[in-house]
């Protein structure tokens, strides 16, 4: 929570509007954003009920009323989007590092297209650090006198990182670069089945970036992979939402070579038909 929350006019608005102690409110703000933090990453917070809300932060009084007060005391805005209907005020200005991170991880935007990272996220450099940076970029390699036993002066950074090409860049490295959109090809997998967009969480995040990687940094064998994880109906599975972190990689790849060899014998044994038909021999 930001400093100055606690006195903050909206603070008061919504400690009178729901008739709470102060400490109450604040309480109601911080499991709020929280909650939001993992379950409407975007700040879409109104994909989800004013019940589930209320439910998601503990909060055991009247569902709409809360929402209700949250509006009015200006820490939640209604879009016209019906699909969206609440996202928390001005969220793509004041998420913290760790809420974009996540955000930007996950290969996700807030909710009105603004990205996760901006030029305010993380701490910036003292003035003196920058003055340095400046000093050290303009400096020149020191010219040195034959046979002296001085030891060369190494080039400036920014020199040395104009040196490197494209070319130099490890194969695996580009590959690995495109795995920032592994956990939006998940919400998209999930969106076209007609479910909700999963929880951002992080034993699901890092699942998502080990199954990407376990498929080769294929997109479409890792969305076929996930499409076969769905279709599962065991019952576990089903209880716990299908979590992708519960995603047995051999299981599915293991089915996924079983469906193909099958495949491939149901076409050998019609291609052996098909000569055994027109009298010819079939030789292996």
């Not at 009015?72 to 699909?83: A, C, I, M, Q, R």
């Not at 998209?188 to 890092?206: E, F, I, K, M, Y």
Request: net charge positive; proline share 4%.
């Amino acid at each position: 929570m930001k400093r100055g929350t606690i006195e903050h006019p909206k603070t008061l608005r919504l400690q009178c509007a729901l008739g709470v102690e102060r400490w109450q409110a604040v309480g109601i703000l911080e499991s709020l954003w929280h909650w939001a933090a993992r379950y409407a990453i975007r700040g879409d917070i109104g994909r989800w009920t004013n019940q589930e809300i209320a439910a998601g932060i503990g909060f055991t009084g009247d569902a709409d009323k809360l929402i209700e007060s949250l509006i009015n005391s200006g820490w939640l805005d209604v879009v016209e989007d019906t699909k969206i209907r609440l996202v928390i005020h001005d969220i793509a200005d004041h998420a913290d590092n760790s809420w974009r991170e996540n955000l930007a991880n996950a290969g996700l935007k807030f909710w009105n297209g603004k990205q996760a990272r901006s030029g305010k996220s993380g701490r910036p450099k003292k003035k003196q650090e920058q003055k340095n940076l400046q000093i050290i970029s303009k400096k020149t390699p020191k010219k040195l006198k034959e046979n002296s036993k001085e030891s060369p002066q190494p080039e400036p950074l920014s020199r040395a990182k104009a040196s490197i090409q494209e070319t130099d860049i490890p194969p695996q490295k580009t590959a690995a670069a495109d795995s920032k959109n592994f956990w939006g090809a998940w919400v998209d997998v999930n969106r076209n089945r007609g479910r909700s967009d999963p929880a951002t969480l992080g034993p699901d995040l890092s699942a998502a970036k080990q199954i990407f990687k376990a498929v080769g940094f294929d997109m479409a064998r890792f969305k076929s992979l996930c499409n076969a994880f769905l279709d599962d109906k065991d019952p576990f599975l089903l209880k716990q939402g299908h979590a992708l972190h519960y995603l047995a990689v051999n299981k599915y790849l293991n089915k996924q070579a079983v469906v193909a060899a099958s495949r491939e014998s149901a076409e050998l044994r019609e291609a052996q038909q098909w000569l055994a038909d027109h009298g010819m021999e079939v030789k292996y």
